[in-house]
């Protein structure tokens, strides 16, 4: 009998989070096609169908954190993390080793990647945002560093914060070796055309890579029953018809501040909802009559909310390929975004609009006139065709199966 196959995947949650629960939702296909699943993760767990690894303490990870706030690059005592990390490996020997998120506060990367490098095994890697080639950021706007070598960052003080020094050249080059001595071993998977082409010019162009757009659970987020919808008005205290908006975490990048913007241009004609939130900022929000949700892992309440919007609004300024797009338009809202990223890439004129980014006003518009029965079916029906969130893992365990594959060939 053949010995099954073996998956490690890396990320800072275990199925928590958006990234947390692809990982899980990979690991579940894998183990339906009679693989090993494992998860090494650093904090936030939820029960895992995979085998769960917890590589990092929190004590750990806030001794990381302070570390980066200062110097700009990984704390020593990561490395406890990272060898903790490389004796699962050793004694798993996975067929496959697959990164989510290694930024968050958990990991020696320099450590890391000089073991992996010598490992010489399949390495897939989920690009999430643009971390993975730069030389500090996750996210930038008009930078163009990333291209040829960083430096003297612009946006030192964005996650990953640092307010002292500046190590942006040495992190960009670690990254920069690590690629360039994976060779062959490195997969890259964008999950957006938007961050296919910047990886193209990045230090990864030279490595491949599959562009696998993700999905979501097109059963749980669906068109609620009216009474769930009148509920969940009544609770929250929702009087009237509303426009939703929603975030993992409310910032400048997401558009915060456009929330208050598009409020008042909506006149009070309909309400904005935000979920996603925080207290200071529900006590913001609630002072300029929006009403603020705070962040909910309850995929069911969710639904309900964008079930009862008018319209999904995401004034995000910069974006990969935002799953909330997607969960709106399963619940048959359409989507009205700021052209920036990959969020308009799941967005088409029988299922929503595309603004110029940062025309809040044209947002408000939209919303204002917008007929959502002319637009509900197609929606969902786009939904359930292409961002089915089975049929995307389904491709990373082509995707493996490829690979090894073409090893043995």
């Not at 339906?32 to 998860?39: A, T, V």
């Not at 291209?147 to 040495?170: A, G, M, Q, W």
């Not at 399963?330 to 110029?356: K, L, Q």
């Not at 990373?396 to 073409?406: A, H, M, T």
Request: hydrophobic share 35%; proline share 3%; charged share 25%.
């Amino acid at each position: 009998m053949n010995n099954p196959l073996k998956l490690l995947q890396i990320n800072t949650t275990c199925n928590s989070g958006s990234t947390g629960k692809i990982a899980e939702g990979i690991g579940k296909v894998a183990i339906k096609k009679g693989w090993k699943s494992y998860i090494a993760y650093a904090r936030n767990f939820n029960k895992s169908e995979s085998r769960a690894l917890k590589i990092a303490s929190l004590a750990e990870v806030y001794s990381n954190v302070f570390f980066a706030r200062i110097f700009d690059k990984d704390s020593p005592f990561s490395k406890i993390a990272a060898k903790r990390l490389i004796r699962h490996i050793s004694e798993i020997s996975p067929d496959i080793i697959h990164f989510h998120n290694l930024h968050g506060y958990y990991l020696n990367i320099p450590y890391f990647f000089d073991f992996i490098s010598e490992l010489k095994k399949p390495v897939v890697w989920t690009l999430h945002d643009c971390w993975s080639f730069t030389g500090h950021c996750c996210y930038f706007s008009d930078c163009q560093k990333w291209e040829t070598r960083c430096e003297k960052c612009p946006l030192k003080k964005d996650y990953p914060k640092s307010y002292v020094f500046d190590n942006s050249r040495n992190n960009f080059a670690c990254k920069k070796n690590f690629a360039e001595k994976a060779g062959d071993f490195l997969h890259i998977v964008p999950v957006s055309d938007w961050l296919d082409n910047l990886a193209s010019l990045s230090i990864l162009k030279n490595c491949r890579r599959r562009i696998i757009k993700n999905g979501i659970d097109t059963s749980v987020f669906r068109p609620a029953p009216e009474r769930e919808i009148a509920a969940a008005k009544e609770k929250y205290g929702i009087s009237k018809g509303y426009i939703i908006a929603v975030a993992n975490i409310w910032d400048a990048r997401k558009g915060y501040e456009d929330l208050y913007k598009i409020k008042e241009a909506l006149k009070g004609e309909i309400d904005i909802v935000a979920v996603g939130t925080n207290k200071s900022q529900n006590k913001n929000l609630n002072g300029a009559g929006i009403i603020a949700i705070n962040r909910t892992e309850n995929q069911k309440q969710l639904s309900v909310l964008y079930s009862g919007a008018k319209a999904f609004i995401n004034p995000t300024y910069q974006d990969n390929y935002p799953t909330v797009n997607l969960e709106a338009m399963a619940c048959a809202t359409p989507v009205i975004t700021y052209n920036t990223g990959g969020s308009p890439e799941s967005v088409d004129s029988s299922t929503g609009f595309v603004v110029d980014k940062g025309d809040f006003k044209s947002m408000a518009n939209i919303a204002l006139n917008l007929d959502k029965k002319s637009f509900a079916q197609n929606c969902r029906t786009k939904a359930l065709n292409h961002f089915d969130k089975n049929a995307s893992f389904e491709k990373y365990i082509n995707l493996y199966e490829d690979i090894l594959g073409g090893q043995n060939a």
